[in-house]
């Protein structure tokens, strides 16, 4: 079975970034990007505009940035298989890897698979209908789109995530309202008091958005109130799912540590798992900032502390 310094799961930009600083530091990684687990690339896959990434200033789609990053990793020498990753066994070194296809043995591992944001099953909202059509699950990413502009935008939640999503979007959007299922917010107190006294956001209590609906874009959605059963149809030119995200960890089977939530935990100031030359980049352990860039920086950062790990047990 083929040995390999270092073997990196994922797709996006943790990935490939941790890969071209890998390639450039004569690691020669093996990249599994997956095939059946989800879209080559992350999420960006399945972003329209990107105009947050630096060095765009044009702006530049999910799509055309992430081949943009494979084309670099492989340019340097990155090796990528299109398969997924069905296990890894971390009970001793080297770590044994089974793909789809392939089996490989591992002296260090980056996982870098991502998380994927929770959406509802909604009529309107699937692949194919309104996603990435005014119906999103990142207000951050998205929420300054030109569709969005002083027009009436909707959040789906109760939490704080969706609270400060709705707060970020009222920059935006002429009123933003909050959809939640209860009748009050499961958000902290003090951020439940700045939505209830934010003049440019309305709570719908006890309610659900039961259907969206539009042309090339979303132009309305239909409104249930939970309690009395009635429904009213309202203008909107976006809704945003702040529900969560899923960490995508299920293939390691709880043999690295994670938080409540299943973030991979990593030691402070570095990218270092509980487990001795496993390292994590990108989303699958960041609940908090999940954006391209910062995937980015803590796949360099997973790349340079691979590295370092791989120098200090003498492993050339």
């Not at 042309?215 to 009395?228: A, E, I, P, T, Y």
Request: glycine fraction near 10%; hydrophobic fraction near 40%; charge should be negative.
């Amino acid at each position: 079975m083929e040995k390999k310094k270092l073997v990196i799961i994922g797709s996006g930009p943790a990935a490939h970034t941790a890969a071209i600083y890998a390639a450039r530091a004569n690691l020669s990684p093996l990249l599994y990007e997956g095939f059946m687990s989800g879209p080559s690339g992350g999420q960006l896959m399945t972003t329209t505009e990107v105009e947050n990434f630096p060095g765009f200033p044009e702006g530049i789609t999910g799509p055309a940035l992430m081949e943009n990053f494979r084309a670099q990793s492989v340019r340097f020498g990155t090796v990528i298989l299109t398969e997924d990753v069905k296990s890894v066994d971390l009970s001793k070194r080297p770590y044994h890897i089974r793909g789809t296809k392939t089996e490989v043995l591992a002296e260090s591992i980056i996982i870098s698979t991502g998380a994927t944001a929770k959406r509802l099953d909604i009529e309107g909202a699937g692949d194919g209908e309104f996603w990435q059509k005014g119906v999103t699950a990142c207000a951050v990413c998205d929420g300054a789109a030109p569709i969005f502009r002083n027009k009436e935008l909707f959040v789906i939640g109760g939490g704080d995530s969706a609270v400060e999503e709705a707060i970020f979007l009222t920059k935006y959007g002429s009123k933003v309202f909050i959809v939640h299922r209860r009748d009050e917010l499961r958000a902290s107190k003090i951020m439940a008091e700045r939505a209830l006294k934010h003049p440019k956001i309305e709570i719908l209590w006890n309610s659900a958005i039961e259907k969206i609906s539009g042309d090339q874009v979303v132009k309305k959605v239909l409104v249930k109130n939970l309690v009395d059963g009635k429904t009213e149809e309202k203008e909107a030119a976006g809704v945003f799912f702040a529900i969560g995200h899923q960490p995508n960890t299920g293939f390691l089977e709880g043999q690295l540590e994670t938080n409540d939530v299943g973030y991979i935990v990593v030691k402070k100031g570095s990218t270092q798992t509980s487990v001795e030359g496993v390292f994590a980049a990108g989303d699958v352990q960041d609940p908090t900032y999940r954006q391209a860039i910062t995937a980015a920086g803590t796949g360099c950062m997973a790349a340079l502390d691979a590295e370092r790990w791989l120098n200090e047990m003498g492993i050339e």
